[in-house]
């Protein structure tokens, strides 16, 4: 479970549609969640020229890998928090949206992925929720790639140490990650959530090709 209660923890302001929580998760659990991401060996690789270079496990392939990772994504306890930090009632994304649940990996020289949203394909709002479990840079410290949000007009760091989370209306905040360096290594746990997780013929096509860009042609028919 959590570091604790839910009761207990502080809410933090999401006034600019971004928010963050550190030691979001108790030692023990996310040493189990860090130990079947470290086990991840086979990524979906994929380059989108000045945009996108980096790696990434769907949800489909987590089911069966990482057990821990999609069963505390759906979990009431992970809902109820995202719901009390955004102030509106949230859901897991369907099964068959392959970011639903998915682990991120920034791992060969320049891995990087530039200015974004993340798409709302849902009648509802849509949540990013980011949880660095590695971020090792060669001098034992973190790596090099940051991660930058706009707010207010300008660009903020947004600090990626493990166990943080980082809670965001990705249709509504621009943002990327800036390149890593040789040697270093990051890998995230990636959740989406919405209000309402109806979406329309037109929408569910669009996801499914947004998708094909990092999960290949086999998200044309999940």
């Known amino acids: 479970m959590f ?33 079947e991401v470290n086990a991840l060996i ?38 109820r928090l995202v719901s009390r930090i955004v102030g509106m009632e949230v859901r897991p994304t369907p ?8 682990v991120l990996f920034y791992e060969k020289p320049g891995d990087h992925i530039n200015w974004h949203y993340d798409h709302n394909f849902y009648r509802g709002r849509h949540f ?13 410290g973190l790596s090099a790639a940051r991660l930058l949000a706009k707010q207010g007009g300008r660009d903020v760091e947004v600090a990626t140490p493990p166990n943080r989370l980082i809670l965001f209306e990705g249709a509504k905040v621009r943002h990327k990650v800036t390149p890593i360096s040789e040697g270093e290594r990051r890998a995230v746990w990636s959740m989406t959530y919405c209000t309402d997780p109806r979406n329309s013929a037109f929408q569910g096509v669009a996801r499914r090709l947004k998708d094909t860009a990092f999960f290949g042609l086999r998200s044309l028919w999940t």
């Open 128 to 140: 990013t929720v980011l949880i660095p479990v590695v971020n090792r840079g060669r001098d034992g």
């Open 42 to 79: 086979e990524t979906e690789r994929s380059y989108l020229p000045t945009h996108k270079k980096g790696g990434t496990v769907a949800y489909s392939a987590l089911r069966e890998k990482a057990p821990t990772l999609v069963s505390h994504y759906n979990s009431v306890a992970m809902r």
């Open 95 to 102: 099964l068959h949206d392959e970011s639903s649940c998915s």
């Open 3 to 35: 570091v604790t209660t839910l009761d207990a923890l502080e809410t933090p302001s999401f006034a600019g549609k971004l928010a963050t929580l550190d030691h979001v998760l108790t030692a023990d659990l996310f040493a189990l969640v860090a130990e």
